[in-house]
């Protein structure tokens, strides 16, 4: 079965009097495990697409199916639920909790979104911490950390309740050449692991180098759609 | 719920500056409001203290119709000798009845064969007015005070007003000329046993004499009394008390007209104080309010701010997954908890301050009645504040924390 789904999928934004199509009609099946990349200038959709993929917004029509459900059809407190049970995001700008330390950001979607008991909880966020390498980090607050670090941080949040898929929109936007590679090394990594999917919005061409499934959006439509056959190993 | 009160808490300390400046001003409304609360129940506790234990007794019951001419001290209306056993033998069943005392209350002209003036007079017996009004005998500034003999056959307390105004000292005789009810006039020389200080005003003028002194003067040769002062063991009981003697009462009716024979009053419908006393509590009732009005808009205008700069944040835990139920109480918390603690803080500063003045011992005359104000902590203020103050405080949060759960996660991202 495809993990996502997407049937002729419109979204259009009305702006005073004038409506704005931001997709204008989008159709593609994406399967489990995949590494995947929407490419594209600013204002092609990229975002928006994600946002439907993510249960974040609702198309004007179509369909968006993720794990075979229907997500266009439900309430807010459904789509919650949905999103906490099955996606993970990473965001341009990391959005940690400014609050709670890198232990607590982490632990965050295993006690208020999902309820797993204590000691299953930390085994999990210690594993994770291990594995983005910031284990000896974690009792500090995303202020004391460096960009690079947030998004780590970031990375095993949104791994941490093992969703099937990730979204991930401009994640190495504000991160310098090489700790945007470490980064994307590092999802590389937990796509093996857990054999998630990460889908990227991107104009970011490391990323697009590492990326399986490179999709090129322009003007609200899919232009392009190009496999590639090298990805896997990050390159540097 | 330990991780949302985590959160909230952490939140609030993270405007510290903020969170600091809200919870001072609602502590300050709440401390504000336990000192006036004590206060203003000491002051009022003292005079009424002062007024029940001097002079009124905590209940009075008089025959029908007397209290609406009281101000004439009719002898007309007079509790019969039948009706005052029957009283009594109520009085005595009921075990909130500490003591009550019997009393013929009248006007006198009192002359010092020099000078005459006209004075109002209470015949008692001493023992019994002494357990019903115990600091009556304490007010005897000069002369026999002891509580069980402070006036004898022949002898009258005077107020320190006729005392000053006819020149009048200890030793001295009087006399007293006073109309009975049939009209006519009879007079008898009375020696001054006592001064006492006038509770009343500087216009009152009440003397002390024994009811068999007043039995003579009045030619009442029956037991006939004007009323009875109730005192009771617990005053806090008054109202419960009032409303059970009063049903008794209400049984015994004239064998003529087949109606209530007596009717009863607390001592608030006898004082004017008692409307001092309502103001004071009507001010209690108005700082309360200004309290509310704090809270109120401190924590609503706190909790907005919280939320608007807080709309990408919400956006995140939103897209994560959290439920818009778990986002309201997160924000509901935070208001309960910078509520709570305020109120925690400003109950504290509160109780502090009425310890203090407390230990001072303010001493000050209010009408001719000195009043020395020791408040006590109101148990009652320090509990109305907190349960108000988190109540407010969870109204006031209510609306930023519906907001902030209503967003929609997508728009909320897009802020910057």
Not at chain 1, 86 to 95: A, L, M, T, V
Not at chain 2, 3 to 28: D, E, F, G, P
Not at chain 2, 149 to 156: A, N, Y
Not at chain 2, 391 to 406: D, R, Y
Request: with cysteine; charged share 20%.
């Amino acid at each position: 079965m495809e993990l996502v789904v997407l049937d002729n999928v419109k979204k259009s934004y009305v702006n005073g009097e004038v409506l704005t199509p931001a997709l204008k009609g989008i159709s593609i099946s994406i399967s489990s495990g995949k590494f995947i990349s929407f490419v594209g200038p600013s204002g092609s959709g990229k975002t928006t697409l994600l946002n439907l993929i993510g249960c974040l917004d609702k198309p004007t029509e179509g369909k968006v199916f993720v794990t075979g459900t229907e997500i266009n059809r439900m309430d807010r407190k459904t789509s919650a639920k949905f999103r906490g049970d099955n996606i993970g995001f990473i965001f341009q700008n990391f959005n940690l909790i400014p609050v709670l330390t890198v232990y607590e950001n982490i632990e965050y979607p295993l006690i208020m979104v999902q309820n797993v008991p204590p000691e299953k909880r930390k085994q999990k966020i210690n594993d994770l911490l291990e594995k983005v390498g910031m284990t000896d980090q974690k009792n500090k607050y995303p202020a004391q950390l460096s960009g690079g670090q947030k998004q780590r941080v970031a990375v095993a949040r949104a791994l941490v309740a093992e969703p099937k898929l990730v979204l991930a929109d401009e994640p190495t936007a504000n991160l310098d050449h090489v700790t945007a590679y470490k980064v994307i090394g590092l999802m590389h990594g937990m796509k093996k692991d857990f054999n998630t999917t990460f889908i990227f919005a991107t104009h970011d061409q490391k990323i697009v180098g590492e990326a399986e499934i490179i999709y090129t959006m322009e003007d609200g439509l899919i232009t392009k759609k190009q496999e590639n056959t090298i990805s896997g190993e990050v390159s540097r | 719920m330990k991780s949302i009160i985590k959160i909230a808490w952490r939140n609030l300390l993270r405007y510290t500056r903020r969170t600091l400046l809200t919870a001072s001003l609602i502590a300050v409304g709440v401390a504000l409001v336990i000192v006036f609360g004590g206060i203003g129940n000491s002051f009022k506790s003292e005079v009424i203290g002062i007024l029940t234990n001097s002079n009124l007794g905590d209940i009075q019951i008089h025959k029908k119709g007397y209290v609406g001419s009281i101000d004439n001290l009719p002898l007309d209306i007079s509790i019969p000798e039948k009706g005052l056993k029957k009283i009594e033998s109520l009085l005595d069943n009921n075990p909130e009845i500490k003591a009550y005392s019997p009393r013929i209350r009248f006007g006198a002209m009192v002359s010092n064969f020099v000078q005459t003036t006209n004075m109002r007079l209470t015949a008692v017996y001493p023992e019994k007015e002494s357990k019903t009004c115990s600091a009556l005998a304490k007010r005897i500034k000069e002369g026999d005070s002891n509580p069980e003999s402070f006036v004898s056959h022949g002898s009258i307390v005077i107020p320190l007003n006729i005392s000053t105004g006819m020149n009048l000292k200890l030793g001295d005789d009087i006399v007293l000329v006073a109309t009975n009810k049939d009209g006519s006039v009879n007079g008898m020389t009375f020696k001054v046993s006592g001064i006492s200080e006038n509770i009343l005003g500087p216009q009152g003028k009440d003397g002390y004499i024994h009811i068999d002194d007043a039995k003579s003067l009045l030619r009442i040769e029956n037991g006939e009394i004007t009323e009875i002062a109730i005192k009771l063991n617990n005053f806090s009981k008054l109202s419960s008390v009032y409303a059970g003697l009063k049903n008794e009462l209400m049984g015994i009716q004239g064998e003529k007209t087949a109606k209530p024979m007596f009717e009863i009053h607390t001592w608030e419908e006898l004082s004017p104080f008692a409307s001092i006393a309502k103001i004071v509590t009507l001010l209690i009732m108005v700082v309360r309010l200004v309290l509310i009005s704090i809270v109120l808009i401190s924590i609503l205008n706190v909790m907005m701010m919280s939320v608007y700069e807080r709309i990408g944040e919400i956006g995140t835990i939103a897209s994560i997954g959290t439920l818009p139920s778990k986002i309201l109480a997160l924000f509901l918390t935070e208001g309960l908890l910078l509520g709570f603690f305020s109120a925690i803080a400003g109950n504290v500063i509160g109780m502090i301050i009425i310890l203090i003045i407390s230990a001072a011992k303010l001493n000050f005359t209010f009408g001719m009645m000195e009043i020395s104000l020791a408040p006590q902590i109101p148990t009652a203020e320090v509990v109305f504040a907190l349960v108000i103050v988190v109540i407010i405080s969870a109204l006031a949060s209510l609306q930023p924390a519906f907001k902030a759960s209503k967003m929609e996660p997508v728009e909320a991202l897009r802020h910057v």
